[in-house]
């Protein structure tokens, strides 16, 4: 149930008699701000009385008038300027209530017209190591895939693997000239992840002091512009003009100085260590073979083609264990080289109806609302990511028909998918709704891009171990510091802490604003209060506890159903919370932003904290409160781990 939409259906009848369309001024109904002018409120009568040319008070009046909502809500009032409020009755409160109890979806009800979703998300690039990024895209796609599951909806997970891309020849390079053999054979996968870091540092070396110098050059001309807007004098510029023109060539040298600083890191890096040093220059050519060796694997060369059906099953157990730990499935993994025969077809197919043409050799897709083309393949004939994503656009129409492809990629690809999307609408898919659902960068605590202090990007399992290392520390000592003693045994504290580690590691991409960057934080994230998975399993376990406290059967409870008693604020607010757990649903889908429904879960557990605080509930003053208190306990329990389970997130039941 959806308070929010029951209220705009009544709503709709009553706007349509003053004006057609309704829906944007059906948007303006909202939760009241403030609880004293009630639960809801609807701003519809400014906008309204100004478009209708008559006083917005009159108007709301005369709708008040027309709503039919007597019986849900005490008699809609009209308040300053326009505002209308409207406050449940508490009878249809508890009624409703009462209902939930017996219901496993708890109120929600499935969509009445169910759409197919196709969501890609985690798609990591396999062979190479994995990152804090990558978990932020197959957190947000879990979630999402979860959660549109739940209302109804068919929903197939792909996840596009990069199992075909760069990466590979770097690999097939490393395995021709620098393999250990015995411990490839004792341990494949860190064997291919030492090749692959040592290719990626040979390209970085060579690179480096190939740019070296033109950056030197770059950073001697921006201390020169900079001595040259200072002038001779120390003294601080008078006029605004200099000032910003000064501050800019300042601004110029630390990026100049920062980017000479990162090349000579790498160099020095290879030119500390006399061994590296030495395959260094042996392997001058290094990128011009990988590359070689790339095209070698998609031209069907029968070695390398091998060799990567020899990598791929051990860069897949790594991602799997992974995945594992963070209970995610995919219903698909169909990766990059699942399309590569398509690849000439897609080219084909776009030259034919005219939408591609070759351009200095490459074809490319022109789109009018980019400046720069798109390009399909390249001039020595190599097709691209973009060509790839074309294809799996064709696949996924031809296999299953979806109403959206959602994808869960980082920021940094919208240019992409604008131009993805925007050349898929002239290839005809123009009625399947594609969406980019984008994430900001996790940062370390200094701002930047999160990265352990070696500089090297944190491996995500040594990324989820320090999250449970750390959660081990709240677990235990909040056990130690309870009253009667400690409750857990050291095996319970363990199992305790991978579930909060795990959960505090996927509430903070989660909690966060999807489009915004955050900094990484283990100490917030596992913190016992404050809006972190944490403080809701704290939460739902107190629910736990009270049942066990009173040796209450649960399942009996719900099936008395017992009368809800609304007496105390505190519990009216609860109960209003409780069944706004559908409205929350529906906003967190609207723009597929988990973070409206961990606001949601917050909210609700402050709520119930302050309900537990004010209300005796096992010695409540009689059995028919005791009863309704429980079933209030019950209700809170079950809709924050049924909201925590649509994350991804589980619960347990004594922490
Ligand atoms: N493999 C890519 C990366 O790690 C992400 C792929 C996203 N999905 C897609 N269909 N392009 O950057």
């Known amino acids: 149930m959806s308070i929010l939409r029951t209220l705009q259906e009544r709503f709709r009848p009553a706007l349509l008699t003053l004006v057609d369309p309704v829906d944007e001024l059906l948007g303006m109904i909202r939760p009241a701000q403030d609880p004293q002018f009630g639960d809801y409120q609807a701003n519809v009568a400014m906008p309204l009385g100004k478009r209708l040319g008559h006083p917005p008070r009159d108007v709301a009046q005369q709708l008040v008038a027309r709503l039919a909502v ?23 409160l508890s009624g409703q209530l009462q209902r939930l109890l017996a219901d496993p979806r708890l109120g929600i009800p499935q969509v009445a017209v169910p759409r197919t979703y196709v969501i890609d998300y985690s798609s990591p690039n396999v062979a190479k190591p994995m990152h804090v990024g990558h978990i932020r895209s197959t957190v947000i796609g879990d979630a999402l895939y979860r959660l ?143 590359l070689q060796e790339t095209a070698r694997l998609h031209a069907g060369d029968a070695e390398n083609v091998a060799l990567w059906q020899a990598f791929l099953p051990h860069c897949a157990e790594d991602i799997r264990r992974i995945y594992q730990r963070l209970d995610v499935r995919f219903d698909h993994a169909l990766g990059e080289s699942f399309y590569h025969g398509r690849l000439p077809g897609v080219v084909d197919s776009l030259l034919q109806r005219g939408l591609a043409r070759e351009s200095h050799g490459a074809v490319c897709v022109f789109l009018p609302q980019f400046e720069t083309p798109m390009i399909i393949r390249k001039k020595d004939g190599a097709f691209l990511y973009a060509t790839t994503d074309l294809a799996t656009i064709e696949h996924r129409m031809e296999t299953w028909h979806p109403d959206a492809i959602l ?51 944190v491996g995500l399992e040594g990324l989820l171990d320090e999250a449970i290392r750390r959660a081990y520390h709240v677990v235990a000592t909040n056990d130690d510091s309870k009253p009667g003693g400690p409750e857990l045994s050291e095996a319970e504290r363990q199992t305790v802490a991978r579930v909060v580690g795990h959960a505090a590691i996927k509430y903070a991409d989660l909690a966060h604003n999807r489009t915004s960057d955050y900094v990484f934080s283990y100490d917030k994230m596992v913190a016992l209060d404050g809006n972190t998975a944490t403080y809701m399993q704290y939460s ?116």
């Open 407 to 457: 994808y869960v990629v980082d920021h940094r690809q919208s240019e992409h998918f604008d131009k993805l999307f925007a050349a898929a609408r002239l290839w005809g898919y123009e009625q399947v709704e594609l969406r980019h659902i984008s994430f900001g960068t996790v940062l370390g605590e200094d701002g930047r891009p999160y990265r352990t202090r070696s500089g090297a990007v």
């Open 70 to 92: 007597d019986d849900f809500c005490a008699p809609p009032t009209v308040a300053g300027p326009g505002f209308i409020n409207l406050r449940l009755r508490d009878e249809w």
């Open 540 to 655: 739902y376990a107190r629910t736990q506890s009270i049942f066990q406290r009173g040796q209450i059967d649960v399942a009996a409870l719900r099936a008395r159903q017992p009368e809800i008693v609304l007496a105390e604020p505190t519990e009216r607010d609860l109960a209003l919370e409780l069944l706004q757990f559908g409205d929350a649903l529906d906003k967190t889908l609207e723009d597929f932003r988990p973070n409206v429904l961990t606001a949601y879960l917050f909210s609700l557990a402050t709520r119930f904290s302050r309900f537990y605080q004010q209300c005796d509930v096992l010695r409540a003053p009689s059995e028919r409160v005791r009863e309704s208190r429980l079933a209030l306990c019950d209700l809170a329990g079950r809709t924050i781990a049924r909201g925590l389970a649509l994350l991804g997130i589980g619960v347990v039941e004594r922490m």
């Open 148 to 290: 549109l599951q739940f209302v109804g909806h068919r929903v197939i997970s792909d996840n596009h693997l990069g199992d075909w891309g760069t990466q590979f020849g770097m690999i097939i390079y490393g395995y021709k000239h620098f393999l250990d053999t015995a411990q490839y054979r004792a341990h494949p996968v860190s064997e291919l992840g030492r090749l692959y870091k040592l290719v990626r540092q040979l390209i970085d070396y060579h690179a480096a002091v190939r740019e070296l110098p033109q950056a030197e050059q770059r950073l001697a001309e921006a201390v020169r512009r900079h001595h040259a807007v200072r002038g001779g004098a120390d003294q601080a510029p008078r006029d605004k003009q200099r000032a910003a023109a000064l501050r800019e060539a300042t601004a110029a040298v630390a990026e100049a100085e920062a980017q000479c600083g990162a090349l000579r890191a790498t160099r020095a890096e290879v030119e500390q260590d006399p061994t590296v040093r030495e395959v260094a220059s042996r392997h001058a050519g290094v990128e011009e073979a990988v």
